[in-house]
């Protein structure tokens, strides 16, 4: 399963409620800030709310077995 790595590039301040409750649900606090989370509908919401926020990057995913 892929995953997605999202860096916080902009400040939250000034954003919407909503916009600040998805950077918070991420996993972001701060500016630089980098969370690894799963390629899923719901974290592709969240990132869709924040996208002038944030960066994202796909990398390759754990294959455990």
Same mark, same amino acid.
């Given at each position: 399963?892929?995953?997605?790595?999202?860096?916080?590039?902009?400040?939250?301040?000034?954003?919407?409620?909503?916009?600040? +409750?998805?950077?918070?649900?991420?996993?972001?606090?701060?500016?630089?800030?980098?969370?690894?989370?799963? +390629?899923?509908?719901?974290?592709?919401?969240?990132?869709?709310?924040?996208?002038?926020?944030?960066?994202?990057?796909?990398?390759?995913?754990? +294959?455990?077995?």
């Amino acid at each position: 399963m892929a995953q997605l790595k999202v860096t916080q590039v902009k400040s939250k301040i000034g954003g919407t409620s909503a916009q600040r +409750d998805s950077l918070r649900s991420l996993g972001l606090r701060r500016i630089g800030q980098v969370v690894t989370k799963p +390629d899923s509908p719901e974290f592709r919401g969240m990132i869709k709310t924040v996208r002038h926020l944030v960066t994202v990057e796909e990398v390759a995913g754990n +294959d455990e077995r």
